[in-house]
């Protein structure tokens, strides 16, 4: 009698590993070529389908996929959907002080809102621009110690959590000499000419122009005294095209002028020296930027810090206007500053020219938490799974049971 129920469990085990088996082999196959598909009895009508007269229409829905964009609006034509923008909007407070300019950028609608700031300065070591980013946070009474770096509002209710500061700072050029030909500056090759500071400036110029009846662009004119260097900075309340670059409200578009410089050494070119600062995280480079990966911007290069969804950006394109012909602006590798670790240095270097035009960004990106669609083969091994759980459970029952009765 026990050799029977033995036998019976052995049978029930071969069910279950034949059900197993099934069961991710259905996973594995699933969305390839149907190998299993003959055993079903509907699949040789198939072959009929081509037959009917709605078939050869189908080749022409692949010239549909441009309706659903051009629904999306764009009233102002400057390649970003309408409600994206009005969802994005912001209001800008401007502050001005001695050698500098203090700008807030807070976030115009939905529940949680976030906070922008930029402060641009300037003194005896260059040009800075340092940029804050926090939420803003509400409760009855603000916390004695916040997690993250934290200020008050004005409002006894509110305070800002910041969660990423960085700052960006053209200190002067390197005039220096190619010798390896290789377009960027090699202290241990090329010839160094001189270290040119820019370091005394004109008043700050502002103007004020409307994008919309609710939006405005605040430009901003920083000139040194002999004119050589000027950087014309453009803060926007909404999306904007302007100058081929489309300009997000979370970003500050910077474009540096180079006029007139006087070159030492008649075959040397110049290296803008760009101090990166940071005193909770490293920079780091890559090719593709966000703009591009979002569809913004084109041939472009950036580094960027991170923290949890927060990434600054420091980016600029892959080409300037060198005497009015588009020409290659080439980057040496990051460095840490020998003198300060939480400063990593970048050079850009231009070619030789007497006007020189270039646009670097600077700006937060936040990137979006999604819920991610799990793939149907999940389901099909959960179900197989389950199927088979449900089997070892009823063979371990019926053995039990079947040991209790022999006992």
């Known amino acids: 009698m026990q050799k029977k129920y033995y036998m019976f469990g052995i049978f029930l085990l071969g069910i279950l590993i034949l ?58 034509n400057d390649g970003v959907d309408d409600n994206k923008e009005e969802e994005e909007k912001r209001d800008i407070c401007i502050w001005f002080g ?15 809102k ?54 960006v700072w053209f200190r002067g050029f390197i005039e220096y000499v190619d010798l390896n030909d290789n377009g960027v500056y090699d202290h241990e090759i090329d010839r160094f000419i001189e270290d040119f500071g820019i370091n005394s400036f004109q008043p700050i110029e502002y103007s004020l122009t409307p994008i919309s009846n609710d939006s405005n662009l605040h430009y901003f004119l920083l000139n040194t005294t002999n004119g050589v260097f000027a950087a014309h900075i453009y803060f926007v309340e909404e999306f904007i095209y302007l100058n081929d670059t489309i300009i997000a409200p979370t970003q500050v ?19 803008l020296i760009t101090k990166l600062r940071s ?57 840490v500053d020998l003198e300060d670790e939480n400063i990593q240095i970048l050079l850009i270097n231009y070619p030789r020219g007497n006007h020189i035009y270039h646009d670097p960004k600077i700006g937060i990106a936040i990137t979006s938490v999604l819920g991610i669609t799990q793939p149907t083969i999940v389901p099909i091994i959960v179900t197989g799974s389950v199927i088979s759980v ?18």
């Open 114 to 167: 976030d906070r922008l700031d930029m402060r641009i300065g300037y003194n005896d070591h260059g040009l800075s621009v340092r940029v804050s980013f926090g939420t803003i946070m509400r409760a009855e009474e603000p916390p004695e110690e916040p997690e993250e770096l934290a200020i008050e509002t004005g409002d006894d209710n509110e305070w800002i959590e910041y969660k990423l500061e960085f700052e």
């Open 253 to 271: 578009k910077i474009d540096i002028e180079i006029t007139n410089f006087d070159y030492i050494n008649d075959s040397s070119q110049l290296a």
């Open 98 to 112: 001695d050698n500098v300019v203090e700008m807030s950028s807070i976030l115009r609608h939905g529940d949680q």
């Open 19 to 76: 059900n197993m088996s099934f069961g991710f082999t259905v996973a594995f196959d699933d969305g390839g070529d149907g190998g299993d598909e003959p055993d079903n009895p509907e699949e040789p009508k198939e072959p009929e389908e081509p037959d009917k007269p709605e078939e050869p229409k189908e080749p022409e829905e692949p010239d549909k996929p441009e309706e659903p964009h051009d629904d999306k609006p764009d009233d102002d």
């Open 279 to 335: 005193e909770t995280h490293g920079y780091e480079e890559r090719e593709e930027t966000k703009d591009e990966e979002d569809g913004y911007a084109d041939d472009e290069k950036e580094v960027f810090i991170e923290n949890d969804i927060y990434t600054g950006i420091f980016s600029w394109k892959e080409t300037a206007l060198v005497d009015g012909v588009e020409m290659e602006v080439k980057t040496n590798n990051l460095q």
């Open 390 to 407: 449900i089997g070892v459970a009823t063979i371990a029952s019926l053995l039990l049971r079947k040991r209790k009765i022999i006992r």
